[in-house]
T-cell receptor, first 112, second 115 residues
């Protein structure tokens, strides 16, 4: 599976948009980009995923570049409860291969 | 639905002791996973299962064993606990959907300390 590179930490003001970048320059054509987050000491929580097109759900938006070598997770109106570690993962969807390779993620601090 | 439940929440073991971490899901998911997370690190896959009776190794399987006799349960066994196994253990499950849908749902974790 392709590996990802994320900044170790970011800050965001409450109510502003948080834009979290991720580089996955070795991504293959059939690898999906997944985003999870982990609030302190809890189990990770799924946010969003995509293959080629931009995606939006009730939690966030995912912008994937045309060459698919990078993506950005957007939290449109960050709140204090969005303070967490955000993981960008690429995963091969082939048969029974269900392995997610987790990096260190980005620690997002939302400040009042 | 309770989702994914794990027991116990906390445990302290002595070196050489054994224990089983329990994981149960009530979403009828075929896929289940065990991860460990060391302080300040991302998750590492220990074992996973694609259905009852089928298990496979992940990145860090040494020192652990699993079984999957039912769809709901996926226990993780530590036979001879070592200090290197001090970690937080997360169980997860997922189901195969269309278009790459494979959201993993995680339990609350088991915090294990081996002294």
């Amino acid at each position: 599976d392709a590996k990802t590179t994320q900044p170790p930490s970011m800050d965001c003001a409450e109510g502003r948009a948080a834009n979290l970048p991720c580089n996955h320059s070795t991504i293959s054509g059939n690898e999906y980009v997944y985003w999870y987050r982990q609030i302190h000491s809890q189990g990770p929580q799924y946010i969003i995923h995509g293959l080629k097109n931009n995606e939006t759900n009730e939690m966030a938006s995912l912008i994937i570049t045309e060459d698919r070598k990078s993506s950005t997770l957007i939290l449109p109106h960050a709140t204090l409860r969005d303070t967490a570690v955000y993981y960008c993962i690429v995963r091969l969807d082939a048969g029974n291969n269900r392995k997610l390779i987790w990096g260190l993620g980005t620690s997002l601090a939302v400040n009042p | 639905n309770a989702g994914v439940t794990q027991t116990p929440k906390f445990r302290i073991l002595k070196i050489g002791q054994s224990m089983t971490l329990q994981c149960t899901q009530d979403m009828n998911h075929n896929y289940m996973y065990w991860y460990r997370q060391d302080p300040g690190m991302g998750l590492k896959l220990i074992y996973y299962s694609v259905g009852a009776g089928i298990t496979d190794k992940g990145e860090v399987p040494n020192g652990y064993n699993v079984s999957r006799s039912t769809t709901e349960d996926f226990p993780l066994r530590l036979e001879l606990a070592a200090p290197s196994q001090t970690s937080v253990y997360f169980c997860a499950s997922s189901d195969r959907g269309g278009s790459g849908t494979d959201t993993q749902y995680f339990g609350p974790g088991t915090r294990l300390t081996v002294l």
